[in-house]
């Protein structure tokens, strides 16, 4: 048994071999020795893309704008400069997550193959109307109808037959929408208990993919992130993006308080687990469940 303290020592021990990771660059994620022998279907919940000519599942993936992207990865995203980072998220029972790094909107979406006109509709704001222009397992090319203009996006090929397992799916994303109103203490806690999902499921993801970076770019949180280990941000330099999540500030801090308040806790670190961005997924979801039995 170790604390989240302790653990962040030990975690940065075992991984000096790995690239770091920061507040909000993007960061190298070592992917654990894996059985080569071991079939796709036993080591991922993807589907490989590649071959496939379906639209729909082609759709059905984390779009990232292209240029946003790039721009992101050379800026480092350091020193805390805002700048766009848009996206689309589909899934294939009609939810979409509109910019999950940006100003997200969560909605609806159909589609007419034949025509291969995209429609999204949300809860709030306009409704989006595209024609796709150019479609594969990693590029997709969309026209909005309402000005015109092209927008060419990219992606990894990996389609989820699940889409409760992805990060970006809106019901792991209500905790970033605003509230009306003033939130009670219980209402702050599942927003807090939100947040503490979105980014284990983030984490999983990522290790999932097994890709070279790991990018906080863009998101929402009041968490430092390390090697393998995982802090809460001060007060002082609360992200606007975090303190938007709530009603007020006032709000904010007493969610951030909560988390605080847990992340001193006694958390079982697994030792045999090399990828720091599963042990970090681990510890976030036993601090899920302490926050829960509280």
């Not at 000519?53 to 240029?67: F, G, I, Y």
């Not at 802090?231 to 988390?259: D, P, V």
Request: glycine content about 6%.
């Amino acid at each position: 048994m170790y604390t989240l303290r302790k653990l962040t020592v030990l975690l940065l021990l075992v991984m000096l071999t790995n690239i770091g990771c920061s507040d909000n660059p993007p960061a190298s994620s070592a992917s654990a020795a894996a059985d080569t022998t071991r079939t796709q279907t036993e080591t991922s919940p993807f589907t490989d893309l590649t071959q496939t000519t379906d639209l729909r599942k082609l759709l059905c993936q984390n779009w990232e704008h292209q240029e946003d992207a790039e721009d992101a990865a050379a800026s480092g995203g350091e020193g805390g400069i805002e700048q766009p980072y848009r996206g689309m998220a589909f899934f294939v029972n009609g939810k979409v997550t509109q910019n999950p790094r940006d100003k997200i909107r969560l909605g609806k979406w159909t589609f007419d193959e034949e025509k291969k006109l995209v429609h999204l509709e949300f809860s709030t704001g306009p409704a989006l109307h595209y024609k796709i222009g150019a479609i594969g397992p990693r590029e997709l090319v969309l026209q909005n109808l309402n000005d015109k203009t092209k927008t060419t996006y990219r992606a990894d090929g990996k389609f989820s037959p699940d889409p409760i397992i992805n990060p970006f799916y809106p019901a792991n994303n209500e905790w970033r929408i605003k509230p009306l109103r003033k939130e009670s203490a219980d209402e702050l806690k599942t927003r807090s208990l939100g947040a503490l999902d979105f980014y284990a499921k983030f984490l999983t993801d990522n290790a999932a993919r097994e890709g070279n970076l790991v990018s906080f770019v863009g998101f929402p949180g009041c968490f430092k992130w390390y090697n393998g280990g995982i802090s809460i941000s001060s007060e002082s330099k609360l992200g606007e993006k975090w303190i938007n999540c709530f009603y007020n500030k006032e709000q904010a801090l007493a969610a951030r308080q909560m988390l605080e308040d847990i992340i001193s806790k006694k958390y079982k670190w697994n030792k045999k687990e090399t990828n720091w961005v599963k042990q970090s997924a681990d510890i976030l979801r036993q601090m899920k469940d302490t926050l829960q039995r509280l």
